[in-house]
């Protein structure tokens, strides 16, 4: 079960973040993590439910127009490998999820290290998830041409913390990126 906690973050974050504007170059944001609510004894697991607030309530709402616009599926592939601290990390969770507005409001939170409740299920439709062989190659196929988000979530070889590393790419049809997701 825990193996898929980065991968259920990453999907989560991909699903419901954007940095505004988007910009017109590729670029590398990081979000680190602490310690999650399930890896902590039972006892602190209780003392910080009574001493941290809920997530954050999402302020902004759903913009159903804005995903009706978009493809859910296409002919273009991303492929890459997910390396943390130089190495790779294999079985980790990676997504691809599309650029919108509704994303902003938790990407900003994210970043400042703030959890936002969990994205609309409509805005997950769009994410696309798999998760790193052996070596941390992953690959996706099947997406839509547009702005995305490519997410890959591990535990930090070096610190034992999980990270989530994110980057903002353009696809289109057909087209097939290689990334490196590393920190």
Not at 82 to 99: F, H
Not at 123 to 140: I, K, M, P, V
Request: glycine share 8%; aromatic share 4%.
């Amino acid at each position: 079960m825990k193996r898929h906690i980065p991968l259920v973050l990453a999907a989560l974050v991909l699903a419901g973040c954007e940095v505004v504007p988007p910009a017109p170059t590729e670029r590398i944001e990081v979000i680190e993590r602490g310690e999650t609510q399930r890896d902590a004894p039972r006892d602190v697991r209780q003392e910080r439910r009574e001493a941290t607030p809920s997530r954050a309530t999402r302020e902004v709402a759903f913009p159903e127009d804005e995903y009706a616009s978009l493809d859910k599926q296409g002919s273009a592939v991303v492929s890459g490998r997910l390396t943390l601290s130089g190495q790779p990390i294999p079985d980790a969770g990676v997504s691809v999820a599309p650029v919108t507005s509704y994303s902003a409001e938790a990407a900003e939170k994210a970043l400042a290290g703030i959890a936002v409740e969990p994205a609309d299920p409509r805005a997950r439709e769009y994410t696309h998830t798999t998760r790193t062989d052996g070596n941390g190659y992953f690959r996706l196929t099947g997406l839509p041409a547009g702005e995305f988000y490519v997410s890959g979530a591990g535990a930090d070889p070096q610190s034992g913390k999980p990270r989530v590393v994110i980057r903002q790419i353009s696809l289109g049809s057909g087209q097939h990126r290689e990334l490196e997701l590393s920190r």
